[in-house]
């Protein structure tokens, strides 16, 4: 009954952020960056800090210093998405964000050097899923496929409220009932994309800590193959990386491959879901190893560059006729 509640509670908040976004032109216009041609109402997935605060007030009230965290990267974003912010004060309060959550979750017992891993690999993944968070229904597909998956190993490791979990899957079905449609009627903007990573950050890393199983980081690893791999090539190419492009692979499907959002935003998810499965599966059965994990990264790198290499040959042959 509580979650019919929040259901709605929450349907109604986004309907209502809806109108008002649209009278205060909180909107997305297209441009020659966009993957979308039609003006869109632009941080609607401000209702997953909202969920996460709904979860805080009616379900006990803990780790109130990590909603606290969660909501200042979360005001952060949402001014962004109205006035655009300096690189520097968005990476300071990204920086003051994770070390709260990394405080609350006891990680600062571990080596310095361990630390500062975390450290740069938990805001690298925020603004990596920020980054990927370019056509309809990526980000919440891709967000519905890791609460799942956490959801599942919830229930034999607890590491994590599963009353939280099930409150963002129910945000996410919401949203993605406005977004994942051939014309979305809202974008999650940065104030959406970024909180979700941030709980997601929380999730994995409380994850790897209760299990002491460093191979879970593979749950992130088709976001985390697609961005690094990109970088790397404009790197190569002598780009600006922080200026805004359209070279992401789930781009290039999009854009120039002419695949639909829905399509390359299933793809994206359904092919993260079998890793998650089979990650899962190999971890139980007692395969999984520092080697095979290595394995995994290579073969999904490889796979990642022939497949992007293809679709490349694909789109310059049907451009040059």
Known sequence: MLYAIVFFTLTA?????????????????????????????R???????????????????TDPWIIAALLLIAVISFIDDIILLSSSSRLLIHIVATTVLLWQIQIFGLPWYGIVLIYILTLGWINAFNFMDGINGITGIYGLVSLCT??????????????????????ILIFLFFNFRRRAK????????????????WAIISLILTT??????????????????????????????????????????????????IKVSLSYGLIQGIINISVI??????????????LFVVVLAAAYLFLRHKIQKAIDWRYSY
């Open 186 to 201: 809202t974008f999650a903007g940065d104030v959406g994309s970024i909180s979700l990573a941030f709980i997601l950050a």
């Open 13 to 41: 908040i986004l309907l209502a952020y809806i109108k008002i976004a649209r009278i205060l032109n909180i909107v997305d216009k297209p441009n020659d960056r966009s993957s979308h041609q039609y003006v869109t109402v």
């Open 43 to 61: 941080g609607g997935g401000i209702i997953f800090p909202i969920a996460a605060v709904l979860w805080y007030l009616l379900y006990g009230k």
């Open 281 to 294: 599966l190999l971890i139980t059965n007692n395969y999984m190893n520092y080697f095979v994990l290595l």
């Open 150 to 171: 956490f959801l599942w190993l919830n229930q034999s490791i607890p590491f994590i409220p599963s009353e939280l979990i099930i409150t963002l899957i129910n945000s």
């Open 212 to 261: 002491g199983r460093i191979e879970y980081i593979l749950f992130f690893a088709i976001y985390g193959i697609d961005t690094v791999v990109t970088i790397l090539i404009r790197l190569f190419r002598r780009e600006n990386i922080f200026e805004a492009h359209r070279t992401h692979l789930y781009q290039f499907l999009s854009n120039e491959y002419k695949w639909s959002h």
